[in-house]
Structures are given as C-alpha cells and as structure tokens.
C-alpha cells in the first residue's frame, strides 16, 4: 500500500530517522532523456527557504540513482533510487517512546501495528515526501514529452490569501519564499508565519495546481475518474484535509444554468468552470484544483500527551518542526499531480484499438 | 479501471440505456449472512420521492443475485450481480448523436474513445451508481458484524443548509424526502427544488457522512490513508466536486494550537477535529466527511449544443432528468463509504504477524 | 481474485448449478468490431462431441452481451455477459453434503471457506471455463487486429499421442472429436475414451498451443516474463498440473551449445528452441507451450468418501461427467493464452515513451 | 511489473553492472523478528561453491536494510534494501554493445525498449535474483511463525539424476556443492560440472521444491490458485522452462482411479498425489513441485551473433559465467516459493466472516 499508480508505480519506502528513504519507480518507458537538473530542482523546491518557515531540520536531499537510467536516458527497467536521512536525530525524540502526541499519529500508528518508530513519527512524518518530489520529477519528464505542464503554488495561509481579482503565474512560485506567487501576498504571508514562530504555534493553509498542455481524453469513466485519481493522491499528502476541483465547494450552491460550461465555436469553453475535466476525464482545457492543508501539529507550546499506559502529560515537546507545511507542500502537490497524470497519459494508449 | 478495492473489489459495468448494469463483489469473505432486507431498502435509498426531485425515469432496480451466495449465506466466491434497465428510452435521445451537450461527458468520452454510446451519456450516466449502492448493501453487511455503522444525509442544497447549531441524527435521513434529516431543512429544500424545476434548472449541494464504530487502527499510512481512499471513492462519484474530511478547508485557516485534538483521559479527544482519522488512520473516534455536488448538467431550458463538425446549436434538450442529484447522492455516497471501510476491514487483519 | 489480467482484466463469477456464469471483461480497446460468430464458435469449441467425452452435462451456452458493446463495435467501456446454468440439476449432489469426494476440492472449500456450495464442486467446477472462453474470444478479436493467431489442440491423451514426426496443423483441431488434429491419432483417442467410458474411469492427457504473428518485445522483464504469465494463466485452469514453454523439460538435459538458438542472417532462428520467448520477451518467432492435465476425479466406480465428521464411507458417486477435460481443455487453453496476450499487447503500448 | 504478490509485494529494481540492487517489501506484518542470520545464509546459499559452478563473478551481497525494522523487528511500514554491485565489470562487455548473443535476451530488450544495458544482460541477467533471495527470507521469518517450511535442492543436473528410489533430505540441500542433497549424486553432478567447464560449455537441470507445515485453506479458486501463483512464481526465474506439481506431466497418462487420492481415516491421503493442492487450494499435505531449467546460454566456445545492423558475426565471447544455473537457482525456488506462500497466508486471513 505504499505504491501509488496503476502503470506508472511509485514504491517508497523509509521512516524520518532511519537509515534512508526511497522508491522504485517502474513503468517508465525507455528512451525518456532523464533531466537531473529538473529532478534537484524539484527537491530544492520542497526546502523553502528555512528562515520563515522554521527552525526545521536541514536536509541535503541528495538523491542517489541506483538502476533504470542509462547514458542519460530512462531503460524502461524500474528506476530505483535512495536519499539518505543526514540530519536524523532520533534521539531528540528519547523521552517520548510511550507518549502520544496531540495531533499526530503516534496513537493510531500503536494501534495498527503494535509496535511504531517513535523517532519524529517514523513513517508519518512528511519527510518521506522527498520520495513523492523524486518520483513528480521524472513524471513531469515524460510529461514534457507531450508539453504537459504543472505548476503549483501558495493560495492561502492561515487568513492570509491571493484576492480573488488577481491572477498569478504559477510558473514563478518557486521564486517566493512561501511560493505564493503574488508579491504581496507572499510578504504578509512572511510576515505571518513569523508571527506564528514567535507565538510557537504553526498555521494551517491552500496549495493551488494548475495543469496546462493537457490533452482531451485522459481519465477513466467511472472510479478512476482523473478527479477521483487527483483527489486520492492529494488526501494522501500528510497534512491535507480538503481537496476541490474546478468550482468545487462553490459548486455546490450554483444552478446547471450557471454552471454549464457554455461552449465557443473553437470547441473550448467560455469559463471552463468543471476545471478541465468532464465526467472524470480531461477535456482539453487547463485542469486546476485546490488543496487545504491543516496546521502541523508539532508546536513549541506546552501540550497535552496520553501516555500508553492512559496517563495525561502537560510538558513541551522537543524536536525541530517547520511553522508551516505549505510552502513545502507545493512541491508534493505538484509531484503527485505529476504522477497521477503520467499514469493517464501511459493509460490513455490503451483507450482505442 | 471500472474496479474500486484493493481486497474487498467491485467491478462493475454497464450503459445507462444498455440491457443491464451489473457488478461483481470479489474478496468478499464467506460466511456472513446475506440480508436481501438491507439490499433493497439500500437501493429504494436512491429513489427518493420524484414528486420533487424531478420528472425523472422510473426504474426498479430489481437486483438479481447470480452467484456467490448459498442458503442465506455469502460463500466467499464472487457475488455476481445484475439490474435491469427497464425505463430505457434511448429513442429520446436520437437527433444528439453527433452533438455535445454543456456539461456532459459527451465530448470527453468522444476524445477518449472516438467512439460513444450517446444515449443518456452511456457509462457517464449515473444510472451506474445503482451498482455502487448494491455492492455498497454488501459491505455495510461485512461492516455490521462489527458494528461498524455509515449514515450519509444532505447537508445542504444550492443556500439552503442545515444551521450550524443544530445537531441531526443521520440515521434518519432516508425519512425525509430530501434526505436531510432535519424537517425545517427539508421543508425548505423541496420548495427549493420544487422551485428549480418551474424555472426548468438545476441546483447542487452537499452530503455529510458519518461512520460510527470504527476501531482504531484502519488505513495505511502513506498513500492509501484511509481519508485518501474516501476521497477517491468519493470523488469518483458522478458530479462530485469536492471532499473535505474533519475540519476540512477550515483547517487550513486555523492554528496548530486550536486544531490538535485535545486528549481525554479515556483516550478519546475533546473535539475530534481530525474527523477519526489521523496520519490516514482511523483513531477510534466517528469519522466525518462532506462531499460537493455541482448541479446536474441537464436542464430543460435553451442551450447551446457543439456539433461535432465543430457548429454550434441552440436548443432545448428532451429527456427525463432530476432537478437536483443531492437526494440520490446519499445513498451513493454511503455505498462507496461502506465499500471502502469494508475493504480497510480486511486489509487490517494483515497489520500485524 | 477472480480477477485475470494487468491491464485487460476478466472478473469472473459463477457456481456451477447457481444461476448463471458470468464476467465483466474491462480494460478492452474501443472501437474493435465485435464478432459474434467467433464467439459463438469458441463456446462451442468448448463442448466437444459428447458422444465420445462422457455422459456429460448438456448446456447450450447461450451468452447475453449486457454492455461494452454498441453498434457491433466495443465502446471501451467494461463488457458485461452472463452465461445461464440451463441443465443444472443440483439435486444430483443430495446426499454429499458432508461427505468430501477423493481428487476434488470438496474438502479444501470446506477448509478454506467453512461453508461450501456442494452442488458438483461449486465454483470449483470447470463449468466456470466457459467464462474464460468468453472473454478469450474478445481477446481474440483484439489480437486479430495485429495479425496474432493462438491454437492449440490435444497432443497426448493417456498414452495415446501424436508421433513425434508428425506436424499438425493446429487451425484444424476443432474439425476433429477429440481437438487432435491428427486423423489416426483422433481414431486412437477416441477409442480410448471409450474403453475409459465402459470401465467408468477418466484419464489426463495434454494440450499443445501455437501462437503465430506475435511481434517481437511482447512481456515483462522479470515476475511478469510473458512465460511467466502463460505458466499462470494454464495453472490456473481446472486440473491442469503441469507446464512447459519451447523445449521445457527436455531442455534440463541440453546443453548450452545445443540450446543455444542459432541465428539466420534474416534475424530469425534456425530451430527456434526457446518457444518464442527469451529473456520473458517475446522474439517475434511462433511461441508455443504445452500444459498437463490430470485426469477428471469424478469417475462411476465405487470410491471412498471422507466424511466431515471422519467417517470413511465406499459409495459411487452420481452426477454427470466427462471421461477426460483434455478435448474441452483446448478451448480453455486457447482463450486463456489469447487474454494473456491481449494483456501484454496493450502493455507493450507503454515500453518506450 | 517488477513487483511480485498481491498483499506481500516485493518491487525489485536492479541491472547487472550498474550502481546497485535492491527492492521494497511491503505489506510485511508489524512485530515479526527480524533473523539476520537466516537473511544472510539464504544469500549465501545463492553462491555455491564457485569451484564447480564456474568461473563466475564474485559477489558478497552485502545487504543494507533501509527502513522498515526498528529495535529487531518489523514495523509494517515498507522495508527497503540495496545490495551494492561490488565486481561489476561493464568493460568486460565492451564490443558486445551492438550485438546480440544466442540464446540471450538482447534482441528481445531492443525490440521491447528501443535501448538497452548491454553490460552482461542488464536487467536479464540472473544478478536480479539476489533480490528475490533477500526478498524470500523475510517471507520465511513470516511463514516460521506458523511453522511452514520451504526446502528446495537440485534434483538433476543434464542426464544426472538422483534416483527415483531415493528418499533426499531437502532440508540438508544446502550443505552440497550441487545443492542435491544425495551424496553419490552430488558427487556425479560435480563431476559433470566439471566436464562441461572443460569443454567450455553449460548445461540444464531441474530442482525440486517441497513445503511441510503448510496449513489446509491458502490458495484461491479460480485465476489464482496456489499451483497456478507458483508456476508464475517459478517461471519468471530467469531461464526457467517448464514446472509440475504433484504427478505434473505424468498425471496426463494416468487414469482417474489412479490419480484420485484416497483418503485415510485422519483425513490425509495415502500418496498425496495431488502434491498438497486441491482444487488450487492446499490440503494440509507436503506441498511438492519440480522446476525444469534451460543451459545457461553464456559459454566460452565460439558462437554465432547477430548484429543491431543484420551482420552475423561468428565470435567468441568474454566474460565470466556459471556452468550451471541450478545449484543458485535452488535458493531462488525457494525465496519465489516462500514469497508466494506468505502471500496466501496473509490473504487467507480474509477468507472468512
């Protein structure tokens, strides 16, 4: 249950203090020109710039490729790579081995399987998430392939949105520290988030994604609609909470009179109001969706934790955590975009005879 | 791709205008007691009073069970099922074969396919969800023999919603015309509909679930998080929109101080803000979840129809429609909530060695 | 797990005296002209001469396309079919409702599942194999599109075998009672088949497969070699105990100078030793294999039953049976390679990007 | 494709001569030991006594587990493992990069993926099966706690066989160079071995697998029967060509009243000629199965090649290979077979209510 994807599988391994994480990727087609600046680009995006995000860990993410590429092009053979965990202190957690924190997954992790990794919430934390980016990178290879693009980008953190009147090049995200794209927009995001660092809490926030390039007919009818396969990967992100495409929630108190797309004579839509996908599969148009994330919930603030053995501690709770997950959250909305629209577009050569 | 399930699976088939939908249940386990009660009462669920909800066909859904059960029991080979389309009209739709209606999948299945079933949209159809909701009888059936409960209602059609402060019993829903369980609520939302339907339009809504009796310690913990797999079931559902689970697109505005669950000594959490699911787990605690609808694309007011030679028609679509998809939904929603628990069931007892 | 395929998927359903057989074929191509005369014939391939096989059971076979078809051309949605259990007679079965039958698997059901369908072995019959020659024969009908050709035949019943000198033509088995194309050797066959009916036993005997206008780079480097899912797919069929691609056997006693296939100056090979698979991938030279089949337990003579409750109890066993599964087999055999094919023709879409 | 199992599932990547191989195991239960001395002697059982084998390349399979095992046992998150290749020798292929040796998979990975890694067979080359070894032991771990053991041994090598009237210890196999646990024969074989490295040619042979302690109840109906899982397990072992359980190709001359086993009062069979699987599923019985092998296609004598451009070229070729695959490919059956069974043992936790 650790592989994501129908024909293109993503298989991931690794818990935040151990030895390593990873993943086999395999599906991918040969003769993919494998582009490695993209691929630490994409992991470089997923580690903004810490100084307002929080007193995190510092990872390299220096990822190491172990099989499947070939004199600079994909084999078609699985694609298995490793990042090493270099700044893993699991010893910051000592202390917390029978405790449960608030929030987290330690209780249900106890409960599922016995026995957990309490070392920074082992396979819960986000920190397997460097395996999700390494993984969008070489989706988004051969995405290119078909000039598929996408870019995600910061809406909201905590009050703290993009107005509604403006629109952003999502394309330039990665250029703002909170990877809101909107200049000031991303100062008072700054401006927040340091706001919450000095109060210990953290903040909750949306992640916006936006597909262009795509060609109509990518998707399957009934459930694995396009929609369906996007929202799975979404709410698979540690930390997310809510995922809408095209007018999504506001939909929802709209007439069929308002809401039909209303057709042009070029065969595109005047509003493309269903968000570039009808009946689950894609119609051409640019895709976009919404994302909300809560806040992380490792805060510097005295807390409550249940012990295994049910007695309630107050006590803070060590450990380095960002303030806020979204700016890092981009990059993994982006990367599960990526491979769920890779897995479509591998899919979509077997829709005709 | 027309199968939902990892161990627990439904395959499905079948065109709204064909001779018959169906399904296959495999991995069902042998032994539980069949109750045919629950199978019709679930599929009479998604028929609610067409007084109001529109000028809609009328069909049975007579299930026949073909296989897989022996003597009042499951066998545990697959349950093979079929539903009759009996109210069938393709006729009214002929003079559509090369149009693209607004909304629709029309255009999408013709991109993907090159070739369609244009007679009431085919596979896009939510005819097919009579499936869902029989496969769905099926799980709640594995789910009671733990007491594992699941109770979807409408929260709220176009602006009318059920108030913040008040607290419904979703058991009830399936007595009120609207499936919302609370009279004030439904008496405004039939007038609403009833509404809609003069002005010949369509209007959307929402539909909350609630799952109670879930142990603690159901999901996987990277990508099939069991919030993931109920957005994807959800998701897939025709003319969804949008998930949110917990707090939701409220989460994303709140701070990590006011958002963790606070512990009771008992175990439990003050507020369950998580939704019963942490880390993609289940904790224990009712599970809740809400899910958009956009309006349903038929309307029988003047619209504009593409050609597929690429003209532009206006006209007024014929054929039977509801005025609002909301209503049905809730059996649909509470099907593939069911589907997807049961199969989270089975997958548990793989946990631990 | 009733479920055959990676991408072209058959989900089967169906108890020998139940209802109806039947399966949900998904994953097909649209647009492939549907071809009922094939379909027709395959199932009839399946019921061989009675005369000669057993007293056996009468069952036209008559199939109900319900979806996936429009037009005489498949949509690419799921095709749907039953298959009505028209000469079930459950009744035959009374009095072995707690007793297991030797060589069947009355007792393993019973482990397995705790409750089973007694009537004439349940799903455990090979009365679920025309299910599989269903879905074969679309498999066939996509195949035909790229010029691929699957036919096997009966090489060896009992002792009786097809000289080694002789080559078949394999197209022509079903013109010939016992599916051996071979004049003197179907004379041979039949007469054995009678001697075996007037003793009341049953005797195995072998199928050979051909498959010819296979392109090269068909299957699956490693767990997914195309011999590897061959060998699953003939496995899987009732009775079946043994199997073997190119020189099979033979080959552990070859040496590598020997086995070594040799090249011709046009790419082909001289003898063409691996069967048409090397490396799991196919060579784009005829592929062929051969499968073992034990011969049918159900036999008239007095046998000794196991009691559930451990008493042992020498009785003769009613019901209706064959005296050997081989000729009905090659029907079975044929259908299964060619899903197994299909699957890999649609799979060989995504190799290069 | 690269992974194998249905609940336990192994995904392996890996080419010969590049950086490394390794896997993920996922769906391993929570709280089982990890045995690192039984994952160790089951790799070294995989590189027999390279005296006689051949004068192959030298692995030591250092095996660096990554994730997934925390304080000595499993944590049912994933477990990721590398084995780095130490005495790779790309070089040694050099000259070969546009040729395609017999008997070979070059041609067949050019045609599937327009490229290739034309050191020693990339991915093809049997270097892969360190995986499945890796692999297989933790699968035993599992199965141990239930008391299923798994032994193969060599049961021929070319015309050497042990003697139909010998009764071996499979569990002393590997204390034998050859891997055949039967003195005189081991010494034959050796002999043999010897005689084919004289002559710089490689030979066949089959290995014969047996499983005690395995429960009645694992295995599935129809597609994946335990006989049928198996044979894919077994054939997608790199030059693997045929496989039978129970009486396999000798069952196809026997007759019913043979065949059928007969039961004794405790419920077990006289001869247990079914091989321990009835119907796809097991019987409580020695589960037994053989695995025939082709020569090694890799000998020093001159051969025939072809050329990416049509040329045949008549040629010795480098590199440094095994006389014989069997005695390695004894630890392979036996890792295929353990990991196909914990996989049944884990699924039949769902058989029942």
Redesign the interface.
């Known amino acids: 249950?650790?592989?994501?994807g129908?024909?293109l599988?993503l298989?991931?391994?690794?818990?935040s203090h151990?030895?390593?994480?990873?993943?086999?990727l395999?599906?991918f087609?040969?003769?993919?020109p494998v582009d490695t600046d993209l691929l630490r680009a994409d992991l470089r995006n997923r580690r903004p710039g810490q100084a307002l995000t929080g007193s995190g860990r510092q990872e390299q993410d220096d990822i190491?490729?172990?099989?499947?590429v070939?004199q600079g092009?994909?084999?078609?053979?699985?694609?298995?790579f490793?990042i090493r965990n270099q700044d893993a202190r699991g010893a910051d957690y000592a202390g917390l081995e029978h405790l449960?924190r608030?929030?987290?997954?330690d209780?249900?992790?106890r409960?599922?399987?016995?026995?957990?990794?309490w070392r920074g919430?082992?396979?819960?934390s986000a920190r397997?998430t460097a395996v999700r980016v390494a993984g969008g990178a070489f989706a988004k290879m051969?995405l290119g392939?078909q000039q598929v693009k996408v870019h995600a980008y910061t809406q909201?953190i905590?009050?703290v949105s993009i107005p509604g009147s403006v629109r952003v090049d999502a394309e330039q995200a990665r250029r703002f520290v909170s990877r809101c794209p909107h200049q000031d927009t991303d100062e008072a995001m700054q401006q927040l988030l340091g706001k919450?660092r000095e109060r210990q809490?953290?903040?909750?926030?949306?992640v916006a994604c936006e597909v262009t390039g795509l060609?109509?007919?990518?998707?399957?009818?009934?459930?694995?609609?396009l929609?369906?396969?996007?929202?799975?990967?979404?709410?698979?992100i540690?930390a997310?909470?809510?995922?809408?495409?095209?007018?999504?929630?506001a939909?929802?108190?709209?007439?069929?009179?308002?809401?039909?797309?209303?057709?042009r004579?070029?065969?595109t839509?005047e509003q493309n109001l269903?968000g570039g996908?009808?009946?689950?599969?894609?119609?051409?148009e640019p895709l976009y969706f919404r994302v909300?994330?809560?806040?992380?919930?490792?805060?510097g603030?005295e807390?409550?934790?249940?012990g295994e053995d049910?007695a309630?501690h107050e006590m803070k709770i060590g450990g380095r955590h960002d303030v806020c997950c979204v700016p890092r959250a981009v990059a993994v909305v982006e990367a599960m975009a990526a491979l769920c629209l890779a897995d479509f577009m591998?899919?979509?050569?077997?829709?005709?005879?």
């Not at 087609?29 to 993919?32: F, I, K």
């Not at 092009?73 to 298995?80: A, E, N, R, Y």
């Open positions: 249950m650790n592989t994501f129908m024909i599988r298989s991931a391994f690794g818990e151990g030895a390593a994480l990873g993943g086999v395999d599906g087609p040969a003769g993919v190491e490729i172990l099989s499947g070939f092009k994909s084999l078609g053979t699985p694609i298995g490793i449960f608030p929030g987290h997954a209780d249900t992790y409960h599922k399987y016995g026995i957990r990794d919430g082992g396979r819960a397997e051969l392939m909201s905590g009050p919450m809490d953290s903040i909750g926030g949306t060609p109509a007919g990518w998707g399957e009818p009934v459930y694995d609609k929609s369906a396969r996007l929202a799975y990967a979404m709410m698979g540690n997310s909470r809510g995922f809408e495409i095209g007018q999504g929630f939909a929802s108190r709209m007439e069929g009179s308002e809401h039909n797309d209303r057709w004579a070029d065969g839509t269903c996908v009808r009946g689950g599969i894609s119609t051409g909300a994330f809560k806040p992380i919930p490792s805060i603030q807390q409550r934790l249940l049910g309630l591998l899919l979509a050569r077997s829709s005709k005879a």
